[in-house]
């Protein structure tokens, strides 16, 4: 979910609510963030104006309101307000925060049974409270239950009806989610309580197992399985099986009332510390913070079609706090027009001018090549890797903020001074470049030519990794944010995988739609770059290692403790190798279906072979120096690999192949050497100073 400005034609003010903010729109309504004068924020519900007039639907919206008012229990989200008649009609409802269970089961997976028992009791006790009113939901699923601080929260009485009413469909059109309706509401039959309690049954055992009860490769599928088919129950717990079960039933009739599930799934003392402890509990904790921060002054939110970039940003620090789940799909287009897209003008990607290789035939034994230009004492020392993108090299300026060079001559093509570099910065298609400012806020420049192109989001606290369509940071609430680099939408958000860490911010790479990432506590962990969702994940890997290797053979790997390789789509153990002399792991660099790494000791070139669980190992060279070693990469360009020694006094260069040795690089001062390449060049850094130097063709 997402918040969007506020555009030409939407209200500023409904009732005592100022609004903020778009947080989702449908057929009927549109949905804002609004905040009344004591600072209160609240979801805001308005009918389309086109369709104020039909009765119909007013009336089904008044009877929403009348729905959600009529229950007084501590269990749903209380409406705050509501105008029915005259004008456009609204609903203003309590805003909660915290995560959905859908959310929260996708981010942390399936919860235990002390945990659902507690979920259960209070969502049946729930149940009970709006029945008593003379309603059934008719759609309780897991994303229409929020998790809170005090426990979980029912919302959305959009087709809430009397205990007595028919369904309000005919047989065959799905007025809820599938797989969660009850069989009489699919075959459009009397709707009662009862069908709330299917649905509480099927709740719980997505909550048990992260799965749903009834599944299928299309909704008439699902369907047809709540009518006919037996729920899958096979990852609940045992314990959990013979309560969720009944609750199941296909006849009406033979399922439990709410109180008798309160009863039955009655907890454990202290089952609550799941809103209480822990990584949900510390999830809602910081969305109640953020929420906190609505109430600024008034005056800091002034809605117009074309915010002052001020303006700007202090509404997107706004739907960040509102929703939660991070803000700022609406941004501040430097790119400016009324319907053009902040991108519309970034230039298709340059091409890479590739430097000429350079022959053995040419170097005296042990010498090496002439740079082709530098080394230029313009870099920040010990900052961010030089990051080369197509005929620039992006690094970290000795006076702050961005430099770019020309890979041909080194020579300055722009600057970004108020980007924080420290935060990090990525390519996006090799068209943009990508950091975050001194405020946090997240800037787009055309990569060759420096041109800003957008600023949006406030609350930046890292840049992680980009791929063709996404920048994936980390805010100041330690949240992972999934941003769309072409239309500025917030794709997800989520918590982060790791904890902050003193050892620096999390190191990232994208590939085979899975984010990678190395966090700075020593855990790993691979998400869906579709959905935020965890799909695998390593424990205690170790801090040594910085950015993941992905390799073209859909291997993932990573330093640390071990060099450790899992496959990338499914995190499926390929191999793991210690050092065998202590010490760690440095970063490695994947080539085409070889890693290349670097110990204390020694460097490797390793390949992975199919159900062969142990590393290939193809050659090992033994480096000159004693010392720590560096967790930088080594470098691999045309038939070259470029290994800085153990005691960062030199960079030792071998042949891809046969690891003949070839020559040795060294550059005065003192500092570890910093390694990247790109078009037939591998960017050699240390101490602040940077230089290029051609390779040997393969």
């Not at 104006?49 to 009529?70: N, S, T, Y």
């Not at 809430?160 to 069989?183: D, F, K, M, N, S």
């Not at 040419?362 to 197509?390: F, N, Q, T």
Request: charged share 20%.
């Amino acid at each position: 979910m997402t918040t969007q400005p506020l555009a030409t034609g939407d209200p500023l003010r409904l009732g005592p609510y100022r609004l903020l903010g778009v947080l989702g729109e449908g057929g009927m309504g549109k949905v804002y963030v609004g905040r009344d004068d004591s600072g209160a924020p609240a979801a805001v519900k308005v009918l389309r104006p086109e369709l104020a007039h039909d009765q119909h639907l007013a009336q089904r919206f008044v009877r929403e309101a009348d729905m959600a008012r009529a229950v007084t229990s501590k269990g749903v989200a209380r409406v705050l307000g509501a105008q029915t008649e005259g004008g456009r009609p609204w609903i203003a409802a309590e805003f909660l925060a915290g995560p959905t269970l859908d959310q929260a089961v996708r981010a942390y997976g399936p919860m235990d049974v002390p945990t659902v028992r507690a979920l259960a009791a209070q969502l049946a006790r729930t149940l009970h409270d709006i029945h008593a009113a003379g309603l059934v939901h008719r759609d309780l699923k897991p994303a229409n239950i929020v998790l809170t601080s005090t426990g979980p929260r029912i919302i959305d009485f959009g087709i809430a009806r009397p205990e007595h009413g028919l369904t309000l469909t005919t047989t065959g059109q799905i007025p809820v989610t599938p797989g969660y309706g009850a069989p009489e509401q699919v075959l459009g039959q009397r709707v009662g309580p009862a069908s709330d309690v299917f649905s509480l049954g099927a709740v719980l055992a997505y909550a048990a197992s992260g799965r749903r009860a009834f599944d299928g490769g299309h909704v008439a599928a699902v369907q047809y399985e709540v009518v006919h088919g037996t729920p899958d129950l096979s990852l609940v717990p045992p314990e959990l099986q013979t309560l969720i079960g009944p609750c199941l039933a296909k006849d009406p009739a033979f399922r439990p009332a709410p109180p008798q599930v309160a009863e039955a799934f009655a907890p454990p003392k202290g089952a609550d510390r799941a809103w209480r402890k822990g990584p949900l509990a510390e999830d809602i904790k910081r969305r109640e913070a953020a929420t906190k921060r609505l109430a600024a002054p008034a005056d800091t939110v002034v809605a117009s079609t074309a915010p002052s970039r001020r303006r700007f940003l202090t509404g997107a620090a706004v739907g960040v706090a509102v929703l939660g789940a991070g803000g700022g799909a609406g941004a501040w287009w430097l790119s400016r027009g009324e319907a053009k897209s902040p991108t519309a003008d970034v230039p298709p990607a340059v091409p890479t001018p590739e430097a000429a290789f350079v022959s053995a035939i040419d170097l005296k034994p042990g010498e090496g090549p002439k740079a082709l230009w530098g080394p230029l004492d313009v870099m920040a020392a010990e900052g961010e890797l030089p990051l080369p993108v197509r005929d620039v090299v992006i690094v970290q300026a000795k006076t702050g903020g961005l430099l770019a060079l020309s890979v041909t001559n080194g020579k300055e093509r722009w600057r970004a001074k108020d980007i924080e570099a420290d935060a990090g910065f990525v390519s996006v298609a090799d068209r943009l470049v990508v950091g975050v400012d001194k405020k946090g806020v997240l800037n787009a420049f055309v990569a060759s030519t420096g041109a800003p192109v957008w600023q949006t989001q406030s609350d930046v606290d890292d840049v992680l990794a980009a791929d063709d369509t996404h920048v994936y940071l980390v805010t100041k609430d330690n949240e992972l944010r999934a941003v769309d680099a072409w239309t500025l939408a917030t794709t997800w958000t989520r918590p982060m995988t790791s904890p902050r860490s003193q050892n620096g911010p999390a190191k990232a790479a994208v590939g085979r739609k899975r984010l990678v990432i190395h966090g700075r506590d020593g855990h790993c962990a691979a998400l869906y770059t579709e959905t935020g969702e965890t799909d695998w994940e390593i424990k205690d890997q170790g801090t040594d290692g910085q950015t993941p290797a992905l390799g073209d053979n859909n291997a993932a790997y990573f330093g640390g403790r071990k060099l450790t390789a899992r496959r990338l789509d499914r995190g499926d153990f390929l191999w793991e190798e210690e050092t065998g002399l202590g010490g760690n792991w440095g970063t490695p660099t994947a080539a085409a279906d070889l890693v290349f790494a670097v110990n204390s000791y020694n460097a490797y070139r390793y390949s992975t072979m199919v159900d062969v669980h142990f590393p290939v190992s193809d050659w090992y060279e033994v480096l000159d120096g004693i010392g720590p070693g560096t967790v930088n990469p080594p470098a691999v360009e045309g038939a070259t690999v470029w290994l800085h020694s153990p005691d960062s006094s030199h960079v030792k260069v071998v042949h891809k192949d046969t690891h003949a040795h070839l020559f040795t690089i060294e550059m005065k001062r003192q500092g570890t050497y910093q390694l990247a390449s790109a078009g037939n060049r591998v960017f050699v850094a240390r101490a602040g100073r940077i230089g290029a130097l051609p390779v040997l063709g393969v």
